[in-house]
């Protein structure tokens, strides 16, 4: 950075000769930089060069100010631009909280070794995803999208296509991309995974029951898509039993009406069936 003397009309003022002590300030003040150490310069023919200025925040545009004392002098608004990427920012549609079995996006942002947006990051991109996640209670894999191109405008771009299937699980998603300069990675970790509404009933019964006689329905678990526990199933709900038919005599068999479940459960629920036969009980809601 140079700093040029000048007399009161803007004229070169050659004569500023010799050491000087000189203060410096950044405006902004909270602007992050590396200023020069306050210390003494020497002019000659009324200039000096300084060296060692490092400015960090691409969003702002400072001024730098130095001052002998007496005299003060600013410089123009510096526009400071981003370096190259160093590595990515991850963030999941729903910030970190995704549903099991829905399909949602992730954003990437390109940044720079001083975490700014590095918006010269820029056009077709090459990634390679990485998924650490487990399959739901039935099998159901998470799915990523393919790796291959990506366009990417001023540093950021929005790419569908991942799903999670096992509830309460943590799971993380990496992404890479290699580079003339070197590798460039990034890891969105701790993603939570919520249950989906539900869709079906697990029903767990006894292998055997006696007729006319109590037993008990272990527990009815209401299950989403992927057959992970809706935990959100709460409350009071009416339900059809169907399957187990009348005894000779037309009585029909009966069950706990209504059924609470908690953290979408309901157990010990009182079962009395009243014909000799091999069947399966079924229930619905609505």
């Known amino acids: 950075m140079s ?119 820029t056009g077709n991109h090459d990634l390679r995803w990485g998924l650490n996640a487990i399959s739901s209670p039935i099998g159901i894999l998470p799915v990523k999208p393919a790796d291959g191109v990506q366009i990417f405008e001023q540093g950021r771009v929005v790419v569908d296509g991942f799903r999670l299937t096992r509830a309460e699980d943590m799971a993380t998603i990496t992404v890479t991309e290699s580079t003339s300069t070197g590798t460039v990675t990034g890891t969105c970790g701790s993603i939570t995974v919520r249950s989906g509404s539900p869709t079906t009933f697990a029903i767990f019964v006894p292998l055997s029951a006696e007729v006319n006689k109590i037993f008990e329905i272990n527990n ?44 979408g459960m309901a157990t010990r629920l009182l079962t009395t069936l009243v014909k000799a036969e091999t069947v399966a009980i079924r229930v619905q809601e609505g």
């Open 3 to 121: 700093i040029v003397a000048s007399d009161i009309f803007g004229n070169f003022a050659s004569g500023y000769e010799g050491e000087h002590y000189l203060t410096w300030t950044l405006l902004p003040n909270n602007t992050q930089a590396k200023l020069p150490q306050d210390s003494n310069r020497y002019f000659a023919n009324g200039s000096t060069t300084v060296t060692g200025i490092i400015l960090y925040n691409a969003q702002k545009t400072p001024v730098i100010a130095v001052s002998d004392g007496t005299i003060r002098g600013t410089s123009s608004k510096i526009v400071v631009m981003p370096t190259n990427v160093t590595h990515f920012e991850m963030a999941t549609q729903h910030n970190q909280s995704e549903t099991a079995g829905a399909t949602f996006s992730v954003t990437l942002t390109a940044r720079d070794s001083c975490g700014n947006v590095a918006t010269n990051h």
């Open 220 to 263: 009815i678990t209401a299950q989403d898509i992927c057959g992970n526990t809706a935990r959100d199933y709460q409350g009071n709900k009416t339900l059809t039993y169907t399957g187990p038919g009348n005894s000779p005599s037309q009585l029909p068999p009966s069950y706990t009406n209504p059924v609470n479940f908690e953290g």
